[in-house]
């Protein structure tokens, strides 16, 4: 699927929430979408509500063989253990998120009243949680530079979050230790917890902006700004399929037919 080498025979556009990380081919072609989260209408990340926990930390530290390999287990355990030793749940709560999705209603929950919601990877650097962190107005806080690169066509990231880079300048092989990045975890919380309220409210106004685009409506009768699919349908129809899905920049052979929507 991803071995993309002949251009000429690269007639498939793929359709995803992710791209592979370390094996990308550049002239695959691709158009990505936000993951399915839980909720189904954005109009709550823009409701006025009280925030009681300064950051909220929901994500499993064990079970993803893929991320131990990458090393972003151990940026889980850091960011864990920095948040535990704050010893305060105004200041960062926890929540333990099972694979069976049991927590899933309080891990939203706690977005619900966070002003800031910790996002390290998993097994991939996209995750279903981004989205319902957005859904309910919470600032997104990401580890990779290639998290504020996630679904470029339904959002700017790169005004909406923020992002402490944990990759080290290492690239793809990274320390698998938890004491690796431990210094960086305890930074990163303090840096949150010390943002000032202006900068604060200008990351949630602009959460709230986002949030309608990343969301997929339960119908198309629901009221409310166009969804997820809205946002891509519109990128199909401005888009010949010949030059659909070619990364940014490529001037390579787009000698494709150009096939109508239907």
């Known amino acids: 699927l991803w071995n993309c080498r002949r251009i000429r025979a690269d007639r498939l556009v793929r359709v995803t929430s992710n791209v592979p990380l370390l094996h990308r081919r550049l002239t695959c072609r691709v158009v990505t979408v936000p993951y399915l989260a839980h909720a189904r209408t954005g109009l709550l990340a823009g409701v006025a509500r009280q925030r009681p926990v300064q950051i909220a930390y929901c994500a499993a530290v064990w079970g993803h063989s893929v991320a131990e390999t990458l090393g972003f287990s151990a940026w889980r355990r850091a960011i864990r253990n920095a948040c535990h030793q704050l010893r305060n749940m105004s200041q960062c709560t926890s929540v333990w998120p099972s694979f069976k999705g049991s927590n899933a209603a309080k891990a939203v929950l706690l977005y619900s009243r966070s002003q800031f919601c910790l996002q390290p990877p998993g097994d991939t650097i996209a995750r279903s949680a981004i989205v319902d962190a957005v859904s309910v107005g919470c600032i997104p806080v990401f580890f990779h530079p290639g998290q504020v690169r996630l679904w470029p066509l339904h959002w700017n990231a790169t005004t909406a979050s923020i992002l402490f880079d ?95 929507l239907q």
């Open 166 to 260: 944990f990759t080290l300048g290492r690239g793809k092989v990274l320390p698998r230790s938890a004491v690796a990045y431990q210094a960086n975890a305890t930074a990163a919380l303090r840096a949150l917890l010390q943002m000032p309220q202006n900068e604060v409210k200008r990351l949630q106004l602009a959460v709230a902006q986002a949030a309608p685009a990343l969301i997929f409506r339960r119908s198309q009768s629901d009221q409310g700004n166009s969804d997820a699919v809205d946002t891509l349908v519109s990128h199909l129809q401005r888009v010949p399929f010949s030059k659909l899905g070619y990364p940014r920049g490529w001037t390579g052979n787009t000698s494709l037919p150009h096939l109508p």
